[in-house]
């Protein structure tokens, strides 16, 4: 769900509808759940896909100021995150939206 929010705030880069607060909190709350699954005894998500995920997502989001960020590539690193989530607890596409 955040992870979503998330591309659709980058979406908005460069209209008038852009808030950098809300996609900054939407970034944050995707990353502190994220980084909850490793507690969870239960996760069905590998330790290589719990840190691909987090390589894929990174530390910061990406903005449209970012100097040499590649944002299209950003967006498609998140949709890979995306995948590995889905696949990990077996979310159908619809789901994933």
Do not use: C
């Not at 979503?4 to 944050?28: I, P």
């Amino acid at each position: 769900h955040h992870l979503n929010n998330v591309l659709e705030h980058m979406s908005q880069f460069g209209s008038s509808n852009y808030d950098f607060e809300a996609h900054a909190t939407s970034w944050s709350t995707m990353k502190g759940i994220s980084l909850g699954l490793q507690f969870n005894p239960r996760s069905t998500l590998s330790d290589n896909d719990f840190s691909t995920f987090h390589n894929l997502v990174g530390d910061a989001p990406t903005l449209p100021n970012a100097g040499n960020t590649n944002i299209s590539n950003y967006i498609g690193d998140l949709e890979s995150a995306r995948s590995i989530i889905g696949s990990a607890y077996g979310f159908q596409n619809i789901d994933m939206w």
